[in-house]
């Protein structure tokens, strides 16, 4: 069965600092994979995808992630967090079925320090 | 372009009251449609999918359920809500026989149940 881990609920870093949100995966094939971010009481924007080919892939708000197969991960990386990136940041495993149904981890919380 | 849209965007209902909740999309045909409940501080549980117009599959049993009457109209609704129905309902769609499983998000409704 497919499955979403992220493992860290909250994270706090600096304005200005790196970032890295962890994400693990469970499946059987090769999967799609997502990340979405979710601002407070607004619905989830999609910040990028991994269907298939590069590895590292390139979003939205100068976010990327890495897909490593052998970690089954696809964490998400920012090199330098603004104040604006806090939200909640989701990400999600395509089931490639023929109603394309996501499964989704329970969500990272991000805040920002001044 | 196309766009989805759901309303009311906050509701506070009465435990025992009927729950009527809307999204429609424009701007595509055929879509599939899911709809996602949200509690506080969990990730998202797919409710229910459509793929295609009076196809309804649930993904978890309970007290509401879900109507397709248009093509790019899909209604959740419950007879009698239960406290336990409180929480951000989210609408989503993606394309139809789609191979890369991505779909795009609503801004959601609030429901509280008192």
């Known amino acids: 069965a497919q499955s979403v881990t992220q493992p860290d609920i909250h994270i706090t870093v600096s304005e200005g600092a790196s970032l890295e949100l962890r994400c693990n995966y469970s499946y059987g094939a090769t999967p799609y994979l997502f990340w979405y971010v979710q601002s407070p009481g607004q619905g989830l924007q999609l910040l990028l995808k991994?269907?298939?080919?590069?590895?590292l892939v390139q979003g939205i708000k100068g976010f990327e992630a890495e897909f490593k197969r052998s970690q089954s991960s696809f964490n998400l990386r920012k090199p330098s967090v603004h104040w604006s990136d806090a939200a909640e940041y989701f990400c999600a495993v395509g089931g490639r079925t023929g109603a394309n149904n996501l499964f989704f981890g329970t969500g990272t919380r991000l805040t920002v320090i001044p | 372009s196309q766009t989805i849209h759901q309303w009311p965007a906050t509701l506070v209902q009465p435990v025992g009251s009927p729950l009527s909740l809307e999204c429609t999309v424009e701007?595509?045909?055929?879509?599939?449609l899911y709809w996602y409940r949200q509690a506080a501080g969990r990730g998202l549980q797919l409710l229910f999918y459509s793929v295609g117009i009076g196809q309804i599959s649930s993904e978890v049993p309970q007290n509401l359920s879900a109507s397709r009457p248009q093509d790019r109209q899909f209604i959740l609704s419950s007879k009698k809500l239960l406290l336990s129905d409180s929480g951000f309902y989210l609408c989503a769609w993606g394309l139809a026989g789609g191979s890369t499983d991505t779909q795009y998000f609503g801004p959601g409704t609030r429901l509280t149940v008192l």
């Open positions: 991994y269907f298939s080919g590069d590895t």
């Open positions: 701007g595509t045909s055929n879509p599939n």
